[in-house]
């Protein structure tokens, strides 16, 4: 697997150097000069580690590792802050503090950089296994909030996802409209079953032809039935 690295550092001539040095080692190297490329490039990236210039303009580097922390798709990311000022105790236990896992002030000891970002690296541990709920040709991950069918990606909204999880979770079973409302609106007595209904009706859409395995029972409520859409 190909360690993917982010460099967020806009002296371009020190980005280079360190780009340079970063490839040697086998690591793919993404260098953005400001944080707004940064930010747009990093969902598409999917990290290992970000080198982070603690000065940019736009946000001070503690919150952007604070950000980086709360954000589900780089929570477990490692995280290197670079600063441009003179060894200060107090700055780097404030980004320790944010969240980093180490801190480089400047001038750069690269040998120490790539030593210490090994290690890390090393050590790290693998992230967990995404778990994955199989339906036929449907398939559903909480905790990316995705689902595709036949390969493909649906965009859900929040309720159609969490009736869907609710049926792929249970399959085969009847979930009467009443489970559904005290499960997705926690039993608000506002919503009724023609909520529900309008709700399956535009999750069966967007699953296509397997949106036919959302079986009415009529009188009762639906269940999510075994079977192919062809």
């Known amino acids: 697997m190909t360690i993917r690295i982010a460099l967020v550092e806009p002296d371009l001539g020190l980005a ?23 930010f747009d490039g990093i969902t598409k990236l999917e990290p290992n580690a970000v080198l982070l210039n603690m000065q940019l303009q736009g946000m001070e580097g503690r919150e952007i590792l604070r950000a980086l922390r709360a954000n589900p798709g780089t929570r477990v990311t490692l995280l290197i802050g670079l600063s441009v000022n003179a060894h200060s105790k107090d700055e780097a236990v404030a980004a320790f503090t944010a969240g980093a896992d180490e801190y480089f002030f400047k001038p750069l000891d690269t040998d120490l950089l790539v030593v210490r970002l090994r290690s890390l690296i090393a050590r790290k541990p693998a992230p967990p296994e995404e778990e994955v709920f199989v339906h036929g040709e449907i398939s559903v991950c909480p905790a990316s909030h995705s689902c595709t069918v036949a390969g493909e ?58 949106g036919r395995l959302l079986e009415t029972v009529v009188g009762v409520g639906y269940r999510l039935v075994s079977g192919s859409s062809k």
């Not at 260098?31 to 940064?38: A, D, E």
């Open 16 to 38: 280079r150097a360190l780009t340079a040095l970063l490839k040697a080692e086998g690591w793919g190297v993404s260098s953005y000069p400001t944080l707004g490329r940064f």
């Open 153 to 210: 990606k649906i965009r859900l909204t929040k309720l159609e996802f969490g009736l869907l999880m609710q049926f792929i979770r249970n399959p085969q079973r009847v979930l009467t409209r009443g489970n559904l409302i005290d499960s997705l609106w926690r039993g608000d007595v506002n919503t009724g079953g023609r909520a529900v209904d309008r709700h399956i009706s535009a999750l069966r859409a967007k699953l296509g032809g397997d």
